[in-house]
């Protein structure tokens, strides 16, 4: 499954074993954008033995914000009943607002291995 | 005249000739039939009859000739012979020589009077040469001219020399004709030998004389008796001038009929001469006319002979009838079924002819065919124009069920166009609705009148001007409504423009003179969720940065509540902590917020810091919700981070208490910020955000760090950033500084505790 980056969302690919995640996020109406996103989650989380995150973001606002710790807490409930989850946070090496962002999301996880995954600074 | 009757026409004219050739091939097949029979007839009746004829004359007279005779006789004319006294002089040819009449009479009589006696001889006569008879006997039972009477003139006299010296070569034979001068009786015919009496002649010359003639005659009539009923037919002796039968011989009457076949030969002889054979159809009997012998020539003597052909005649007509008959059957026959056919057909294409009118004129309702199934085929070229013909029709019902239903659909626009600009025309007022009502009136005049196509052209011609009217209403209409719009739109921006006025009011408007305090307040439209708070009492102040969530109207809302909450959660007896402070702060927002409400999934509240500032004391309290305290005192720049928690937040556990972080003897420039600053993000296709380490790196190279130098600094420093992009989010900054100038070497001390 696929949704679209737009200049206010950023681009997701779901399989059933692996989740991406790239771009901005700080659409007008969060809930609007994110339903979706996370029904397609938990369609694909525990279909298999084991999934994986990779998660590289630019920017997100506060009500965004609200979208990834939900997004968090439910891959952390799925580790808590024995999927084995993987979570790449990547951010660049200059971009310390992202870097703390990761570091208050791992904070949150308990059950998932969590890599905060400092990227290459150029594009790829 | 129409295909049908030329043809039939044609068709009878053909038969006819047809007929005709026929006819007349017929005609020429029994013509040489007819000749071929003639010629048949001709050839078998001259051999029947010669035959008989000659048989006659060898028994009874040839008997008699003096070389080929029988040998009895022989001696009769031998002139060295006595046949009576073995002497060697014949007293007939002596008699004859010394012209002694009763000497021959005797002599002959001795001779023939048996034979004429049974009749096998009809007559004999003597003549001498000089002409004179010397003898003549003839039958009892003769008919006809007796030659031995006076009256009677034979033939043979007529050329007596020629006969004399004839007869000196040898017997001849001959018809001989006899004549009753008298006219009394008919002329007797009679197959003669004339021979001479020869002896040697007086002069001693050696050569023969003829001494005299005698004649032997048979009359022909029993022989031709005797024919006639072998082969059962009629006959006649034609002479020059005359026919004879046997009836004239025996004074009967002729039978019925006969005469008048004797008159078709005379008419016949004349036109086909004397050797012929006809049918003569109307007298049912063939007339066949020979020589009468091989020594006669047919123009004076032939037999004619009639043999009754009724059958064959009948036979023939009844032939003919039924050829003809057969004929006209079979020509009728066709006849009759080419005009059934051609009728059938010519029927069948007419009343095609009269179904495609008919469709022509509109009726399409189905025409009852006549079924002729007896010369008809599905395959034959009329049924095939009739299935072409039906398929049209066909086709037509179509078409014209869709003219139709395109006529009711045309019907039912137009309504509802009337109705529209009815609708329309109640919305006017004045002339142009009694213009336009009279528009209304003439159109449905030109809808309700006219064929289809001009009703068709109506209907167009009144869904442009329906459309024209509409659109120059339609777009009288836009105007008024683009008019409306812009009246609220300027009410909607004067009434923001006024929150912005309202939400300005709502900022501090004096600053303690103590304290140096720089801000950049800068929403991102014209009202914003950033605020900031600053609340000075004798002994202390308060100063706040906040970031409410959202922006806009709603951040602007927000903002309201959140500066009413960071008044109300101040202690009048200033006896709060600053991590209290904003921990009291949380809990009247979240109360205020109905926190309990679940269906609730954004996340109001705030981010931000709160400093209070202790005079007496000289220390500086800092509490701070996702937001951090900057301190840059000249040598280095440094940051007290607040606790990771929003205000107002559902993730906050009950009873979290803020922590608090003191500044003893604060020094340099202490600067408090939004988001607004470090969200804000490079122009890339995966853009940086500014970040807090760039604002220290600003405040630590930073010359001068005074307030007002400060914030110009970051600010300029973050436009550069942006370049060109728009402000993503409300944008506050504050800088302060809280020392004197004149005491600017204390060092900077930073401390947190949380009071638990």
Redesign the interface.
Known sequence: MRFEKTQRTPLVEMSNSHCLIVG?C?PEN??EWSQPVLAALEDCVGTQDSFDVDIEL??F???S??FL?DFFEFLDDKADEGVSIVVNWRY?A?????Q?AGE?FE?DIENCTYNLVEAEPA?A | MTIKARLLLILVGGILLLFGASFYSNQQLSNANASYNAEASITSYTSAWFGSLDGGYVNNLEVYDPTDGSFSNIDFWDFEKDPYTDGDTNPLHAAFRDGDEQSVSDFLDEVFLDAIDNESITFVTAYAVNGQRYYCNSSLYLVGADPCSEDASPDYLDEFDELLSAVGRGSTRRISLITDTAGELPVSVNDTMAFGLEMPADDQSGESQTVGMIILGINIVDGLEMFAENFEIETAIALQDDVITVYDYYEEELPEGLSGLIESDLSASRAEGYTYSAIVPELKHRVSSIPFSRETRASEVRLLIFDDQAELIEALEQSSFQNQLSFALVGGTILLVVFFITTVSFNRINSSIVALEKIERGELEKTDENDYTLFTSDNDEVSRLQRSIEEYREHRIEAESQRKERARRRDERDSIMFEKMSVLSQQLEGTARDLLVQEIMDMRDKLSSGNDEDKEQASIEMMSRAFSKMSEEVSTLIDARTQELVVARDEISSSIRYAAKLQKTLLPKSFPGDIDIEVEWRPRDLVGGDIYFIKDFPDRVYIAVVDCTGHGVPGAFLSIIARSHLDKAIREDGDQTAGEYLSEVNALLRATLSRADQSNTSEEGFDGGVCIYRRESRTLEFAGAKASLFNVDGQDASEVGGDRKSVGSSRIPDGFQYSTHYVKSPTGAFVMLTDGITDVMSPDERPVAFGRRRVLRILRDSKNATPSNIVKEIISSVDLYRGNAPLRDDLTLLAFSLEDPNQATENLAISGESKG
């Open positions: 901005e700080y969060i809930s630019y920017y606002n506060s009500s914000a609200k710790f660049r200059e971009d310390d607002t992202m703390e208050d904070e594009d």
